[in-house]
């Protein structure tokens, strides 16, 4: 692999860091498997895109992107709350939605941001080269996303959102609306995948409709390797070990795209089948490894 | 100052298996009675006290408490008024949270679970205070996931986490049923003295005939979804488990199949 692979894989699993933070926060810690995000995280890219097309700062287009994550999420969870839609196909219908809203944001399927500017451009006038400027910016704002989370979770609303997931009875006895506490951790979820679609979209610099596809289960594979890899004992160990796993995911990827078995290579649009037999890896290895550790 | 009237619930209405669980309940529970409910199986203890917590979407009738109509209000909603301890010692805590957390939680029972510190240091001074009463040790363990603990332990957390903030009204289902019988005293003890001590207006459900008339001052029988007998203060101090099935025989007339209500 490359210097420049290396760099851009790290680049990539930082700004995917938001995202898996977000799935974490629906498939851990809420107990809610939510595939919104595949239509969420291009949301963000082309709310950020058409954002800074209009003149929008490139910054205050990442909290509009956001916002627009946070309703896509909210949505979801307000078929699921309100009108008892299992969660799975809530997400699934918000998913569906979305490609539509998608391409009414952007008015065509694809959008550029050549010549625009992106929030890359402050650090590289400041003299950051051109390829580390985004790994740098990135990791700067994930550290800042981290702790954020990890003080939320350790709010009263944030314990109430660990026991919403873990035991609805409980929690509703302490007197908390689950419902209420469902549609705002999927809209968060949702808002963090739409920010990483807006930080894709700029230090790519383009915003394309089909760009989510697959992100759930990236998402999800980042989870568990990063739960594999480096535990999740504690809060802040689990929100840890999610961005990590991000990054592992990434650099993996980047080392199966640079491998060369004689005639043979790997293509990006093998993509989706690598991240399918990575997630099943993930998911069937520790099982496998107690069955023989129990022999 | 707990007011139901002609509580009717059914389930699987208009099915094959409609069911009438509860067939026009009325109960007036004064403040700081401590009533015992026992009957046969399939009588409506907990389906009562079900509804009564708002987990139940009842059919018709009304449930007042405090002159406040709470027919209507949900589940969560009710939370600030009622709290409970369920029959199984997994569904009062939450496995994953520490002993603290827990206990942060309950003692915002009906208050906003807002972005405030979740433990705060002030509180960690009451759960420990809270918890030794409990003889458990588990003041020396507030960080401890409640997983960890025993069935036991965790249902006299919950009991401690109900009382945490004074209830209007705490409900009891068969709380100590699922428990063994050294530490199913314990926490029966423990309820005793809670109860006692703040004065709590309780409903116990029980299998326990004999349980059922050492406890409390006051005593109901459930039927088939009704009320069918309902002793208090010296009434229910002079009878005895004989007399209980003595009267039982006689409101409801017919053979007395439940095998499980004679285990005293």
Redesign the interface.
């Known amino acids: 692999m490359t210097y420049y692979a290396f760099i851009g894989a790290l680049e990539q699993g930082l700004a995917y860091g938001f995202l898996v933070l977000g799935v974490y926060l629906t498939f851990r810690v809420l107990d809610f498997p939510d595939l919104t995000v595949d239509g969420s995280l291009p949301l963000g890219a082309a709310v950020s895109a058409v954002a800074i097309t209009a003149g929008v700062d490139p910054y205050l287009s990442l909290l509009l992107a956001l916002a627009a994550g946070f309703c896509a999420g909210m949505i979801t969870g307000i078929l699921n709350t309100k009108l008892g839609i299992l969660h799975l196909l809530a997400s699934i219908l918000t998913m569906i939605a979305l490609y539509s809203i998608n391409l009414r944001v952007m008015g065509r399927p694809n959008m550029t941001l050549l010549g625009k500017p992106t929030i890359l451009e402050p650090l590289i006038n400041a003299g950051v080269g051109m390829f580390n400027a985004a790994p740098l910016l990135f990791a700067l704002l994930s550290v800042f996303i981290l702790l954020f989370l990890l003080w ?1 979770l ?7 959102m ?2 919403t997931g ?2 609805v ?10 419902d209420r506490v469902i549609i705002l951790t999927v809209g968060l979820s949702n808002g963090l995948a739409a920010v990483s679609g807006a930080l894709l979209c700029q230090s790519q610099g383009a915003a394309d409709v089909n760009m989510g596809v697959g992100t759930i289960v990236a998402g999800l594979a980042s989870v568990i390797v990063g739960e594999t890899l480096f535990g999740c004992r504690t809060i802040g160990r689990a929100l840890l070990a999610a961005l990590l796993g991000s990054l592992v995911y990434r650099l993996a990827i980047a080392l199966a795209l640079s491998l060369k078995l004689g005639q043979f290579s790997f293509t990006p649009s093998d993509l989706n089948l690598l991240t399918a037999l990575l997630v099943v890896a993930a998911l069937t290895l520790p099982k496998l490894r107690q069955k023989v550790l129990r022999r | 100052m707990i007011e139901v009237n002609n509580l009717v619930k059914t389930f699987h209405r208009g099915s094959v298996n409609e069911v009438l669980a509860l067939a026009g309940i009325n109960l007036q529970v004064g403040r700081g009675d401590f009533i015992t409910v026992i009957g046969s199986n399939g009588a409506g203890k907990s389906t009562l006290l079900n509804c009564l ?1 708002g ?1 139940y979407a009842i059919d018709s009738g009304h449930i007042g408490i405090d002159e406040q109509d709470v027919t209507r209000w ?4 009710r ?2 008024l009622i ?2 301890v ?1 029959q199984d010692p ?8 520490s002993i603290e ?1 827990n206990l ?3 003692n ?12 705060r240091r002030s509180d960690r001074e009451l759960f420990r205070n809270q918890l030794a009463q409990l003889g458990l040790g588990l003041e020396e363990r507030l960080k401890d996931q409640v997983g960890l603990l025993s069935g036991g332990q965790r249902q006299a957390l919950t009991l401690l ?1 109900a009382t945490l903030i004074k209830p209007k009204i705490l409900l009891l289902d068969e709380h100590t049923a699922a428990l063994d019988p050294k530490t199913a005293l314990q926490v029966l003890e423990l309820t005793e003295k809670l109860i006692a001590e703040q004065q709590l207006t309780a409903l116990m459900v029980t299998h326990n005939m004999r349980q059922a008339l050492q406890l409390g001052n006051r005593l109901i029988m459930l039927h088939g979804g009704r009320v069918i007998l309902d002793v208090r203060e010296e009434e229910k101090a002079a009878m005895s488990v004989e007399d209980l099935l003595e009267q039982f025989y006689k409101v409801r007339g017919e053979e007395f199949v439940s095998d499980r209500m004679l285990l005293v």
Do not use: W, Y
């Open positions: 939320l350790h709010t009263a609303f944030g314990l109430a660990q026991a873990a035991n009875q409980m929690i509703t006895s302490q007197g908390v609306n689950t | 917590a987990s949900p589940e969560h909603r939370a600030t709290s409970r369920f997994l569904l009062g805590t939450c496995a994953s949270l957390q942060a939680l309950a915002r029972r009906g208050r906003r679970h807002g972005l405030g510190k979740g433990v986490m």
